[in-house]
T-cell receptor, first 113, second 112 residues
């Protein structure tokens, strides 16, 4: 069964600090992995998308990494801001079969001033 | 804004009511989706409409009925819901089935 596990479940950091969120998956065969940011009361917004051949991709202060061999991804947030407080969701899509993406439960990040 | 608009933003309904959720996308996409988001759970795919096919999650009860009159509009008709159906219902669209999904703001549904 395809699964996506995210850790930690929640995280509290001080403004200006860095943090790293983890995503482990069992989805196979693999097509792509996306990180979404979801602010409270809003829909998710895509941050990055990574395919099998990509190891790292940045979007401003967000940097995602992918290790397709170990089936792990991380999202690193640099110099956190209060507006980074949100849920971060990892989504992995298969390349065959039903093509239906599998969503993680998300990591809830709170940035304190 | 993401180009995907959902109405209403909030809805409270009794178990005997009938209501509909509406979604409209202005992105020229050809695939639209309904997702359910419950507290502490991953997003759950409910329905997909695209040129290729309609996909249904077989675990979705029949009290949820989708309608897609064209590629820009998607509805979710609700009837005789249960309290456990209370959740955030998200609409999304993409270019091509399973392309990058652009989500609406969601409808917060409370069933009393």
């Amino acid at each position: 069964k395809n699964q996506v596990e995210q850790s930690p479940q929640s995280l509290i950091i001080l403004e200006g600090k860095n943090c790293t969120l983890q995503c482990n998956y069992t989805v196979s065969p693999f097509s792509n992995l996306r990180w979404y940011k979801q602010d409270t009361g809003r829909g998710p917004v895509s941050l990055t998308i990574m395919t099998f051949s990509e190891n790292t991709k940045s979007n401003g202060r967000y940097t995602a990494t992918l290790d397709a061999d170990t089936k792990q991804s991380s999202l690193h947030i640099t110099a956190s801001q209060l507006s980074d407080s949100a849920s971060y969701i990892c989504v992995v899509s298969p390349s065959g079969g039903s093509y239906i993406p599998t969503f993680g439960r998300g990591t809830s990040l709170i940035v304190h001033p | 804004e993401t180009g995907v608009t959902q109405t209403p933003r909030h809805l409270v309904m009794g178990m005997t009511n009938k209501k509909s959720l509406k979604c409209e996308q202005h992105l020229g996409h050809n695939a639209m989706y309904w997702y359910k988001q419950s507290a502490k759970k991953p997003l759950e795919l409910m329905f997909v409409y695209s040129l290729e096919e309609r996909v249904e999650n077989n675990s979705v009860p029949s009290r949820f009925s989708p309608e897609c009159p064209n590629s820009s509009h998607l509805f979710l008709h609700l009837h005789t819901l249960q309290p456990e159906d209370s959740a955030l219902y998200l609409c999304a669209s993409s270019h091509g089935q399973w392309g990058e999904a652009f989500f609406g703001q969601g409808t917060r549904l409370t069933v009393v």
